[in-house]
C-alpha cells in the first residue's frame, strides 16, 4: 500500500502551459507539504496544510497555488510554467502531535519530475 | 537503485549525552548527502550537506556528521545534546553530477529527557 501517492512521477510540457501535481495520502493524516528540490538538490519548504487550511506559504511565486479538496489531498497547480520551475516536488504528510514530545514521522511522496522545455 | 537506511528508528537520551544516528546508504558512484531536521510543529529543514572534500562536514547547531566511503555511511553526531534537539532526524542522498531525486531514509525520532 503506497502511503504517500503523487501524480505524475514524470511531467515534460512547454513554457507557459499550465499543469498540476496531485498527491494523495492514505494515512489519515492532518497535515501535508510541497517541497521544491532545487538546483543544488537542497529541499525547500514551499507549502504546508493542516486540515485543509494553509498555514506555510514560503517566498514562492503566486503562479504556484496549492489546493487541498480534503485532508487526504493537496495538488499543486502551476501556471504559465516557465524554465525555472523544472525540478524534483515532493509531497509529504503528516498526524500533528500535541504537546512538545508528541510529533510523528512524516511520510514522503516519491516525486514528481518536471521539465519545462 | 538509489537507498537509505536509518537503523535507528527512535532515540532516547538525556541532556548532555552524545548522539551518533547511524546512516547508511547503498549506490555504487559519487553522491551527495544530507541531514534534514524537522522540529515537533515544523517542517523540514537543511542541518548540513556533504558533496565533496573534507569527510568531515558541520552542521548547525553543533551537528556533524562524517562520510567514510568505504561503508557507505554518513553518521551524524553531536558530543552534548539538549532538550531543544527533540526531533525527527532524516538521512538523504542522491547521485552527484545527476539529475536525480533526492532518497530520504525513514528518519529517526530524537527524544531529549530534560
Known amino acids: 500500500d503506497t502511503a504517500v501517492s503523487q501524480t505524475p512521477k514524470y511531467l515534460v510540457t512547454q513554457m507557459g502551459n499550465d499543469k498540476s501535481i496531485k498527491c494523495e495520502q492514505n494515512?489519515?493524516?492532518?497535515?501535508m507539504y510541497w517541497y521544491k528540490q532545487d538546483s543544488k538538490k537542497f529541499l525547500k519548504i514551499m507549502f504546508s496544510?493542516?486540515?485543509?487550511?494553509?498555514?506555510i506559504n514560503e517566498t514562492v511565486p503566486n503562479r504556484f497555488s496549492p489546493k487541498s479538496p480534503d485532508k487526504a489531498h493537496l495538488n499543486l497547480h502551476i501556471n504559465s510554467l516557465e524554465l525555472g520551475d523544472s525540478a524534483v516536488y515532493f509531497c509529504?504528510?503528516?498526524?500533528?502531535?500535541?504537546?512538545?514530545?508528541?510529533?510523528?514521522?512524516?511520510?514522503f511522496g516519491p516525486g514528481t519530475r518536471l521539465t519545462v522545455l | 537503485a538509489q537507498s537509505v537506511s536509518q537503523h535507528n528508528h527512535h532515540v532516547i537520551l538525556s541532556e548532555a549525552a552524545s548522539l551518533e544516528l547511524g546512516c547508511n546508504y547503498s549506490?555504487?558512484?559519487?553522491?551527495?548527502l544530507f541531514w534534514y531536521v524537522q522540529y515537533p510543529g515544523q517542517h523540514l529543514q537543511l542541518l548540513l550537506k556533504?558533496?565533496?572534500?573534507?569527510?568531515l562536514v558541520k552542521g548547525i547547531k553543533g551537528f556533524e556528521a562524517e562520510f567514510i566511503k568505504s561503508k557507505f555511511s554518513f553518521n551524524l553526531r553531536k558530543p552534548s545534546v539538549q532538550w531543544s534537539d527533540t526531533a525527527e532526524y532524516f538521512c538523504?542522498?542522491?547521485?552527484?553530477?545527476?539529475?536525480?531525486?533526492?532518497?530520504f531514509g525513514k528518519g529517526t525520532r530524537l527524544h531529549i529527557l530534560p
Open positions: 509529504a504528510s503528516q498526524q500533528t502531535g500535541q504537546g512538545v514530545f508528541s510529533y510523528n514521522e512524516q511520510f
Open positions: 494515512l489519515g493524516h492532518d497535515t
Open positions: 496544510y493542516n486540515n485543509k487550511e494553509l498555514i
Open positions: 549506490y555504487g558512484g559519487t553522491v551527495n
Open positions: 556533504y558533496f565533496s572534500g573534507d569527510p
Open positions: 538523504a542522498v542522491n547521485a552527484a553530477n545527476r539529475d536525480d531525486k533526492i532518497i
